[in-house]
C-alpha cells in the first residue's frame, strides 16, 4: 500500500531506519496470486526455480575458480545466496535477511580466506545478479520506508566492504555500481507497486461510482413511480368527493343521517385532496412539469409504436381491443411505461432492428412482450429519436415489483431481445369519471 506521510520515528534516525527491517509486511500473498489465469499464478516460482538453477552453478564455480574459496564451501554459500529467492515470491524481507547476510559473509570469507584475485570487489558477479533479482519481489511488496532501509543498508554494507579492500590485493571495485543497480531496481519496483495500487483504488472508487448511480437511479425511479401512482390515487379520490357530494342529489328519499354521512365523506376525501396534492408538490420537480399531464396507457401504445417508426425502428402491435380501458389504472400505466422504455431500448441498442410488442391475458394475467430482432450491420444510433423514462430495466423491475408481478429479460440466439412481463389484474377496476 502506499504510505502515508509520517513525522520523525522515535530514538532517533538510526532507530528508525533500522526499525522496517525487522517489520516485514503482514500480506504473504504469493505475487500474482490473483491473476485469472493458472500458469501467471505459478510464473513467480517458475523464475525464481530458473533463477536458482542458473546461479547456483555459476556462483560455486565463480567462487571456487576466481576466488580460490574451498568448493565445498563455494557450494554452501552459493545455495545460501540463491534458494531464498523462492521464499521472495511470498516473504521477500526474510529472504533479503538470509541472502544479504550470504553476501556479506562471502566477501569477508573471500578478503580473509580467498587467495589474491582480479575479480570485482566486494560482491562478485552471480551474487550481484541475485541480489538484483531479490530486490524486484521486495520492491513489490513492502512498504516505501523498508525499501529506503534496505537501499540505505546495502549503501552501508558496499562502501563498509570497499574500505575494508582498500590495500588488499582485489580487482575493481563494484560497490557503487550495485548501489547504483539496486536502486533502480527498488524504484522501478516500489513505483510498478504504487501504480497498481493506485489502479486498484481507482477501479474500487468506480465500482462504488457505479453503486452510487444505481441506487439514484433506482431512487429517481421509485419517486417517478410514487408521482404516477399519487396521480392515481388522486384521481379516485376526486371520483369518491364528486360521488359522495352530489349523492343527496342524485339520490330519491335519502334520510336527513345518511345525507350528512354523505357530506362528512366528500369533506374528508376534499381534505384528504388537499394533503396528497401537498404532497404531489413536494414529489415533483421543478423539471417535470410536463408529467402534470394525463398519464397515458394502453390506448396510447399505437401513438408510441408510431413514433419509434419514425424513428427508425419498424414495429408490430397486437393488442386485444377489450384490454383498452378495462385494466386497473395503475397495470394500465405500467403496461405503458414498460413498453415505453422496451422500445426506448431498441431504438438506444439496435436501431433499424423490427420489434414486435403484445399484451395477451392468460387467466388472472396480463402477458407483456416486447421482442426485437438483431439489429441491420453499421446501422447509426438513433438513441435521440426515441426517449424512455431514463432508467432502462430499473424502472421496469420496480413497476413489475409494485405490482407483484414477474419481469424476465435477456438476449436471444438470433442477436436480438426480449422483455417480457407478467402483471396481474385480478384485482377489480376502480370507477372512473
Known amino acids: 500500500m502506499i504510505d502515508p506521510p509520517t513525522g520523525p ?16 509486511s503482514t500480506d504473504h500473498t504469493p505475487l500474482l496470486a490473483h491473476a485469472a489465469a493458472r500458469w501467471v499464478r505459478w510464473l513467480p516460482y517458475v523464475l525464481a526455480l530458473a533463477a536458482i538453477s542458473s546461479l547456483l552453478p555459476s556462483a560455486t564455480n565463480v567462487l571456487a575458480t576466481d576466488y580460490g574459496l574451498n568448493v565445498g564451501l563455494a557450494a554452501a554459500l552459493s545455495i545460501a545466496q540463491t534458494v531464498p529467492l523462492l521464499l521472495a515470491v511470498n516473504r521477500p524481507l526474510p529472504a533479503w535477511w538470509m541472502i544479504g547476510a550470504a553476501d556479506l559473509l562471502t566477501s569477508l570469507l573471500i578478503l580473509t580466506t580467498g587467495r589474491d584475485t582480479s575479480s570485482s570487489w566486494p560482491w562478485p558477479a552471480p551474487g550481484v545478479v541475485g541480489y538484483l533479482l531479490l530486490m524486484l519481489p521486495l520492491a513489490l511488496r513492502e512498504r516505501r520506508r523498508t525499501l529506503l532501509s534496505v537501499w540505505l543498508a546495502t549503501t552501508a554494507t558496499s562502501l563498509a566492504l570497499s574500505l575494508l579492500g582498500i590495500g588488499a590485493d582485489v580487482g575493481s571495485d563494484n560497490s557503487l555500481l550495485a548501489v547504483a543497480l539496486t536502486g533502480a531496481v527498488l524504484v522501478l519496483g516500489g513505483a510498478l507497486r504504487e501504480r497498481a495500487e493506485a489502479q486498484r483504488l481507482l477501479a474500487e472508487q468506480e465500482h462504488i461510482s457505479e453503486a452510487e448511480r444505481e441506487r439514484r437511479t433506482l431512487l429517481e425511479e421509485r419517486a417517478r413511480i410514487a408521482r404516477e401512482l399519487h396521480d392515481v390515487v388522486a384521481h379516485h379520490m376526486s371520483v369518491i368527493a364528486v360521488q359522495a357530494a352530489s349523492a343527496p342529489y342524485r339520490i330519491a328519499d335519502v334520510p336527513p343521517e345518511a345525507a350528512e354521512e354523505f357530506g362528512a365523506i366528500a369533506g ?16 415533483r420537480s421543478e423539471e417535470s412539469g410536463t408529467e402534470k399531464a394525463p398519464q397515458p396507457g394502453i390506448a396510447h401504445l399505437a401513438q408510441l409504436v408510431e413514433t419509434v417508426g419514425r424513428a427508425g425502428v419498424p414495429a408490430e402491435l397486437a393488442v386485444l381491443p377489450e384490454l383498452v380501458d378495462a385494466l386497473p389504472q ?20 439496435a436501431p433499424g432492428a423490427e ?19 438483431a439489429p441491420p450491420a453499421r446501422a447509426a444510433s438513433l438513441e435521440a429519436a426515441a426517449e424512455g423514462t431514463g432508467h432502462g430495466l430499473v424502472g421496469m423491475r420496480e413497476r413489475v415489483r409494485l405490482l407483484d408481478g414477474k419481469l424476465d429479460t435477456g438476449p436471444l440466439p438470433d442477436g436480438g431481445y426480449k422483455v417480457a412481463a407478467v402483471l396481474p389484474i385480478d384485482t377489480p377496476r376502480e370507477p372512473t369519471a
Open 9 to 24: 520515528a522515535r530514538g532517533g534516525l538510526l532507530p528508525g531506519l533500522l526499525a522496517p527491517l525487522a517489520r516485514p
Open 268 to 283: 374528508t376525501a376534499r381534505d384528504s385532496l388537499s394533503e396528497m396534492r401537498r404532497l404531489l408538490g413536494v414529489l
Open 330 to 349: 395503475a397495470v394500465d400505466l405500467s403496461v405503458y411505461r414498460i413498453v415505453q422504455e422496451a422500445l426506448a431500448n431498441v431504438v438506444r441498442h
Open 355 to 373: 420489434a414486435w410488442v403484445s399484451l395477451a391475458v392468460d387467466g388472472p394475467a396480463l402477458l407483456v412482450t416486447v421482442v426485437n430482432g
